[in-house]
């Protein structure tokens, strides 16, 4: 099964595409409903020190993992807006000078919140961190920034 083109319109355009997304370099590699896949290359402007990409990135790379994964299964009428309510995660080991890959997969879906696994490897699929995402999805505008 796919997602809705309309959802994946909305994915792109306010995830992917949008400013911070772009300033990142995300790029959506996989998108089925509950499951994604998305990478974040490596890029300078991402390294704290040396070539280590900074933990900030890597939770970014999360947090958009989460809430792609929490929207891949609303039809876009529902899709009205929503934001990350806990953010989990655990750090492994450094990640030095390679492109990274975020696997979210849902973990639990109700109405209003939805709880994501990420898991974030490099290209040789070593585990670098692991987290646990917990998007608030709104039926309207107003919800969007209301924690449930």
């Known amino acids: ?57 890597i939770a970014s790379l999360i947090d958009v993992a989460g809430a792609i994964c929490a929207s891949s299964a609303v039809e876009p009428e529902n899709l009205q807006g929503g934001g990350t309510s806990s953010l989990s995660v655990n750090y492994l080991k450094p990640a030095d000078s390679i492109d990274l890959i975020a696997y979210a997969k849902v973990v639990l879906r109700k109405p209003s919140h939805v709880v994501s696994e990420v898991l974030v490897n490099d290209p040789e699929n070593n585990l670098i961190a692991i987290a646990l995402v917990t998007t608030h999805l709104s039926s309207k505008p107003d919800d969007a920034l209301k924690v449930p």
């Open 1 to 57: 099964m796919s997602i809705n083109s309309d959802t994946l319109n909305i994915i792109n355009t306010i995830l992917i595409n949008s400013p911070f997304g772009k300033s990142l370099g995300f790029e959506l590699v996989c998108v089925d409903p509950d499951i994604i896949e998305l990478k974040l290359p490596f890029k300078r402007e991402n390294v704290a020190m040396n070539n280590t990409i900074h933990g900030g990135a």
